[in-house]
């Protein structure tokens, strides 16, 4: 062995000996210069904890997790879990209001977080690091915290009651060793984003229908023990099967849903990875650089053609002579000059799933087809950029919304289940985005887009922002939020109360639920000089600020990524709208080609977007067929799972024998059946009802005349009284319209003396009193009022009316006795529909009664003061129309049935 001298050895050791102990009198420094480390104490580890969140942690509101050795802690440290309150102001304080910003007992509203806390061989904390807020419900105040094991749960309370109640498994779903070595990477690098471990964690939610008032939580073996209520109602959760056993006591309907546990793509975990690590801004640059790779390596790939199989060119639906054709829309106006062949022609879809709507086939009547689709070149500078259009006609399909359960992450409660419904009606579902919430932006809160499903909110929706609106019957509305009408008196109920609300929320009695469902997208598409609308969908001019004045600008807009957007036509039909590399603008210029007038943007990748066609088999399973291939939306081998991101899925409003109506037909005991007389196109679908009751011994006959199928005009009679300076009242309907008055409607002559007021076309006839009611025609619709208040809309048609029940309360005037003739009242129920009520009485009692016993609140009896017998003429009926009447009546002229579609209200 060669002996080697060590001076070299020792002359390099000694030429850097002085930066040695200068790095170590450095460390020695700021380790002395650092505070030192928190006491053994209950108090000093809750004041370490808060002071990590940057608000305060409670001497109880922690647990340790269970030990990993002496060199796990000291190196790695020891996971402890612990409710925090932030005092700083947190996304949605507002909404809470300044009584339920404070729990009682005097803590604001706290979140669960897991951290890693080092520690000495004798339990002292050294340093803390690894926060995760495993629930970030800013909205609600997670409390009752209990552990055992890998095991954990809290409850989430707000406005008084609980919401929801979370159990986690932080020991993971138990599939990591099944899954490839991939999906276990990224699977791992999700858990460690949403955890602080890879393991990750396995998640269960339990909601309530009817939320008690609080809440005591206790782990075991056998899986989570609850005492529910002030009465300590028992329930548990079964941990072997996953079901809550309420021992057939359930008063709160409780409900137990696991939430799966998805492998993201490396595509979604760039973002937030780089988020952790690097900050936002780095985070953004990142997925811009992720979805620019996507697209390159898109380009790469042999383009795919639609999927959908066509039936040929839609040929028009039928009419009867006359009448318009609506269905299908009218051809896409090309861009691009040649235009590819077949370019916006509308082709009747036909995808090889079954799913003709039953009767279709074999009534000439009824389209074969309610699914139309197109292709299109929006901008002839840029021809290699293609829109696939799906027009959907909402007269046959109702829309329902759905949250996912990974998306949109919830203010307060538990989060959507991301399941479909397993109905024979179930046609199809529509890919949304998640808000497309930028890198940085918060889960939920101030940034996060509203999604109200279920009567619940999973975010509260943000004024002003882009909304796509679902009512209880399946009709979809487009707009920005708030809207006016009905719509603004029920937002009280986006959260779950208790029964007895303040007095001053504006609620409707006995309800506990938001009766829509709607879901709010990245931004708003308002037509600007879109071709008219028809005119029982015309309504006041949008006065709204544009998009982007309310929603800040996505900094993606320019990028060419995959994109889609749902928008409502002039028709009143849904228009979907996709592409496989847009931007915005493109876009955009697509749905003005489509005649869309109000839409939204469904986000842009890496949301999963598109349309897909589903049918439910024999053995329950989902059959799904994408509109085409290249649609990212979840793929056919899914379509029975549970979907991680929200959608809106789509269905038939009817499975066998006639439609169901398309207006409100109330009273459980009343015999509605479909009017003798003619009836607006098309005839599969009745506008005019008719039903007999009796009130106060008489026979009392009740017409309903549905939304969107007429046209009201109010036309003076020549026997009405016209002062000398007057001007001249119309007394028929414009020529073109005089075939299509399928009704007329007797509201009598003004007396001579202090008749009442009268306007026809804006033209008023006779002075308005400003007493009783008034019958308002605006644009063709019919409104009661009470008389007064503002002043008459140019073009409008009006009456004064005696006002026999208001607030759903009768009033004296319907009890005054009179001459026994033939009488009639009207009302005009929440959706539109026109209830008149006419018999022989000699007061307006038994008419006015019989409309409050069908869901009216507010009745005017057809009398304008010279006590003329009262009339309900139909077409085709006995006795005929007249061109003119003597008595002063409201002409229905109907109108071709158009598209459900609504946008939200100014």
């Known amino acids: 062995m060669t002996d080697r001298p060590l001076s070299p050895w020792l002359d390099h050791l000694r030429g850097r000996l002085p930066i040695a102990l200068g790095i170590a009198l450095l460390g020695a420094v700021a380790r002395l210069s650092a505070p030192p480390p928190p006491a053994r104490t209950a108090d000093a580890i809750a004041g370490m ?6 608000g305060a942690v409670g001497p109880d509101d922690f647990v340790w997790e269970e030990r990993g050795g002496f060199l796990s802690d000291a190196l790695l440290g020891r996971r402890v879990l612990f409710l925090g309150v932030p005092r700083v102001p947190r996304p949605g304080d507002a909404e809470r209001g300044p009584d339920a910003e404070r729990a009682p007992d005097g803590r604001g509203a706290a979140d669960l977080y897991r951290a890693r806390v080092r520690l000495t061989r004798s339990g002292r904390p050294v340093s803390l690091d690894g926060v995760r807020n495993l ?18 749960a809290v409850t989430t309370s707000a406005f008084g009651v609980v919401q929801g109640i979370t159990q986690l498994d932080l020991g993971g779903d138990g599939r990591a060793g099944a899954r490839p070595l991939g999906e276990r990477l990224r699977a791992a690098i999700d858990g460690w984003l949403e955890t602080g471990s890879v393991d990750g964690a396995s998640r269960t939610e339990i909601s309530f229908d009817n939320p008690p008032a609080s809440a005591r939580l206790d782990l075991v073996d056998e899986g989570l023990v609850m005492a529910l209520g002030p009465e300590a109602v028992p329930a548990a959760l079964n941990a072997s099967t996953g079901e809550v056993d309420t021992g057939g006591r359930d008063p709160f309907v409780a409900r137990a849903h696991h939430l799966p546990r998805r492998v993201p793509s490396l595509g979604e975990l760039a973002g937030p990875s780089a988020e952790r690590l690097l900050g936002p801004t780095a985070a953004a640059a990142v997925e811009r650089l992720a979805l620019a790779a996507d697209r390159a390596t898109a380009r790469v790939r ?14 028009p639906e039928p009419a009867p002579e006359g009448w318009p054709s609506l269905w299908p829309p009218p051809p896409v106006a090309p861009a691009v000059d040649p235009p590819l062949p077949g370019e916006g022609a509308w082709e009747l879809v036909a995808p090889s799933l079954p799913r003709a709507l039953p009767g279709v086939e074999d009534d000439p009547q009824r389209p074969s087809s309610p699914f139309a689709a197109t292709t299109l070149r929006p901008d002839p500078r840029r021809p290699e950029l293609r829109v696939h259009l799906l027009a959907i006609d909402t007269r046959h399909i109702r829309f329902t919304l759905q949250a996912g359960y990974e998306a949109p992450r919830p203010t307060v409660g538990p989060r959507g289940t991301g399941q479909l419904p397993h109905a024979s009606t179930l046609r199809g579902a529509i890919g949304l985005g998640a808000s497309t919430r930028e890198p940085g932006a918060p889960h939920a809160g101030a940034e996060a887009l509203g999604m109200v499903v279920g009567g619940r909110a999973i975010v509260p929706p943000r004024d002003g922002a882009a909304t796509l609106g679902v009512d209880l019957s399946g009709r979809p509305y487009f707009g920005a939020w708030p809207s006016g009408g009905d719509v603004e008196r029920v937002p009280w109920a986006l959260w779950q109360r208790p029964a007895a609300s303040s007095p001053g929320a504006p609620r409707a009695e006995g309800s506990t639920r938001f009766p829509w469902a709607l879901w709010q997208g990245p931004s708003l598409f308002e037509a600007g000089s879109a071709a008219a609308p028809l005119a029982i969908l015309a309504g006041p001019p949008a006065e709204r600020a544009s998009a982007s004045a309310a929603l800040s600008p996505d900094d993606g807009d320019d990028l060419i990524v995959e994109r889609a957007a749902l928008c409502m036509t002039d028709r009143g039909f849904v228009v979907h709208a996709w592409g496989s590399a847009l931007d915005a603008a493109a876009l955009r210029a697509a749905l003005e080609r489509a005649g869309c007038l109000s839409g939204v943007s469904l986000g842009r990748a890496p949301d999963p977007l598109g349309v897909a066609f589903l049918s439910p088999q024999q053995d329950g399973i989902l059959t799904a067929e994408r509109l085409s291939p290249a649609m990212s939306i979840a793929p056919p081998e899914h379509a029975s799972a549970a979907s991680p991101r929200p959608f809106l899925f789509f269905e038939s409003r ?15 005991s009343v015999g509605w059946t479909e009017d003798g007389g003619a009836q607006p196109p098309p005839a599969w679908s009745p506008a005019v009802y008719a039903a007999d009751t009796v009130h106060l011994g008489a026979q009392v006959r009740v017409h309903a005349f549905a939304p969107d199928r007429f046209l009201f005009r109010l036309r003076a009679g020549s026997r009405e009284i016209s002062p000398r300076s007057a001007p001249k009242l119309d007394a028929e309907v414009p020529a073109d319209e005089r075939k299509q008055v399928l009704a007329a409607i007797g509201v009598g002559t003004g007396r001579r003396r202090g008749p009442r007021g009268l306007a026809v076309g804006g033209t008023v006839g006779l002075r308005f009193r400003g007493e009783g009611g008034l019958l308002l025609v605006r644009q063709g619709r019919i409104e009661i009022r009470p008389a007064g208040g503002a002043p008459l809309a140019p073009s409008a048609d009006a009456t004064e009316l005696p006002l026999t029940a208001d607030d759903g309360r009768l009033r004296p005037e319907a009890r005054e006795i009179g001459t026994m003739r033939r009488r009639s009242a009207a009302c005009v129920l929440d959706d539109g529909t026109l209830l008149v009520a006419t018999t022989t009485f000699d007061s307006d009692e038994a008419t006015t009664e019989a409309l409050l016993d069908l869901g009216c609140a507010r009745v005017v009896a057809l009398d304008r003061g010279a006590h003329r017998n009262a009339f309900v003429h139909r077409a085709s009926g006995d006795p005929a129309l007249q061109q003119t009447y003597e008595e002063t009546a409201l002409f229905a002229v109907g109108v071709a049935m158009p598209g459900r579609a609504r946008r939200l209200a100014p």
């Open 135 to 152: 629930t970030g419900t800013p909205l609600g105040d997670d409390r009752g915290l209990v552990a055992r094991g890998s095991r954990v």
């Open 302 to 315: 042999a383009a795919q053609a639609a999927a959908y199989v066509t039936r040929g060119p839609a040929s």
């Open 49 to 54: 904890l808060g002071e990590a969140i940057g």
């Open 654 to 668: 009817w499975t066998h024998g006639p439609p169901p109506p398309d207006l409100s037909l109330p009273g459980e």
